[in-house]
Structure formats: C-alpha cells, structure tokens
C-alpha cells in the first residue's frame, strides 16, 4: 500500500500505522520517529529540530522535505509505505506532490482519522511509549498499558513520556494542528484522495482501511 495518514495529535496515527504494517509488510515512515530518534543521538538534524519539537511547534518544511527527499528513495519502499504525520502543511503537500511525480509513485488515498477532541486530550495525557529506539511501542495507561513494572511487553525496556507531552505543549500541538495540518483534508478531498475514517476503535479502522484497499 502507498497511503498518507492524517490526523491530530493522539488521533492514532502511529498505533493504526503499526497494525497496517503487519497486514502487507508495508513500511512505516513517521517524522516524528525520524526527528525524536535524531534528538536523541544529537545530530545536527537533531540539535535544529529540538526546541521546535518541545514546544509543540512544527520543525521548519525545508528541514522536513530534504529528510522524507532522501527517505522515500530508500529501497524498503518500493514495497509500499504508510506516511505517518508526514505532510503536515500545505507546503509539504505540494512539494510532496511534485516529489512523487518525479519518482512515478502513485498514492492509494489518505487517510483522514477522526476522533472527539475530548478523547484525543485523554489518550495523550496518558500516552507511554517504549525508550527502545528501535522498539517504540506505543502503550496507554488505561486502554493497553505497559508491565505493571512500567517495562515494554515487546522488549522489556522501560516506557517514558515524551518530551512534548505537557499540558502547555499537548495544547499548542493541536493549536498547531488545526491551524497548519487541518487544512490539508481540503487539499487532499480537491485531489479525490481523501478518505475519513472513524479511529475511536484502532482495530476497526484497520479493518475499514483493508477493505478499502482492496477496493480502489
Ligand atoms: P508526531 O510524532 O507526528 O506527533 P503527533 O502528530 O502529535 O502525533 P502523536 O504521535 O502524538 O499521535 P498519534 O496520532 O500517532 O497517536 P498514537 O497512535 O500515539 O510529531 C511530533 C513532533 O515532531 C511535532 O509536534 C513536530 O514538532 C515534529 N514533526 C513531525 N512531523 C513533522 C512534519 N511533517 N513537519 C513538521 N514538523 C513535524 O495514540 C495516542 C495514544 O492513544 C496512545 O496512548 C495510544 O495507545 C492511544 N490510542 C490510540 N488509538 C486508540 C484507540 N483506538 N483506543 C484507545 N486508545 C488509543
Ligand atoms: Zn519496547
């Protein structure tokens, strides 16, 4: 598959993406991975994404752009790939478009997921992820939490909060969201990309994505 998911913060994004993978071995290109796992290693990718990244700020398109140039040309895509919080501006979308031409890629659809603000401040306040960089489970204290120690079930590594998880920042990423990244359901439903799904259930949304897979 070859899809784009779009989402607010907490919409489930990288919990919907994770299941497709195991469906068709497609890869899962997240920003957020690529640029968390570059501030912890500190490159100088790493270093200039940070503060904006704490805030709950966007990482500047150029930046962006040059990362996702370079890793949609890796070989691991060519058998699909599921974009994940990538675009995220109208910018990026564009350049995408034109990037996408020129390597003779065609997407399936996007995947706009839909859920109540309430839930999505919910599910992020009580968010964990696993520190493995190469593990990342996403758990949820209430609805599929950790060991009871806090360790991973996959790698036992101990689960964190991310650094953008304060109220303050939790808020202005969804200020961010509905400011920058919202206007992109425009732009893909304009294209006759755009496909809404509900994503209160992770597991029957993945169910509503493979069924429209096998359709288009
Ligand atoms: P990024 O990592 O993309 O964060 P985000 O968009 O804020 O999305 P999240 O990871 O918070 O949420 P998600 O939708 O993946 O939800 P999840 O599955 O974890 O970006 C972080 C930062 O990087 C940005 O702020 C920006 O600075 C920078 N950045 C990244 N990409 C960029 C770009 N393209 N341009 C510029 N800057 C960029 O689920 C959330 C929680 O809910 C979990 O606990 C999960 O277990 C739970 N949950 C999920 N689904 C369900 C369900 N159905 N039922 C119950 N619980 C559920
Ligand atoms: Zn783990």
Sequence with gaps: MKIILLGAPGAGKGTVAKLLTEYD???QISTGDILRAAVKEGTELGREAKGYMDRGDLVPDALIMRMMETRLQQPDCANGFILDGFPR???????????????????????????????????????RTCSNPDCQEIYNIKSNPPLPDGRCKKCGSPTIQRDD???????????????????????????????TFSSVSSAET???????????
């Excluded at 990423?173 to 496909?195: H, M, Q, S, V």
């Excluded at 993945?206 to 288009?216: D, G, I, R, S, T």
Aim: hydrophobic letters at 40%; charged letters at 35%; aromatic letters at 4%.
């Design 165 to 195: 998880e304060t109220e303050e920042a939790i808020l202005n990423r969804l200020e961010t969201y509905n400011e920058k990244t919202a206007p992109l359901i425009g732009f893909y439903e304009r294209e006759g990309l755009l496909k």
């Design 89 to 127: 501006t109208i910018p990026q979308a564009e350049a995408l478009k034109k990037l996408l031409e020129k390597l003779n890629i065609r997407l399936n659809f996007v995947v706009n997921l839909e859920v109540p603000r309430d839930v999505i401040l919910d599910r992020l306040t009580t968010r």
């Design 206 to 216: 993945v169910e509503a994505v493979k069924k429209a897979l096998k359709e288009c």
């Design 25 to 27: 071995g497609s890869v």
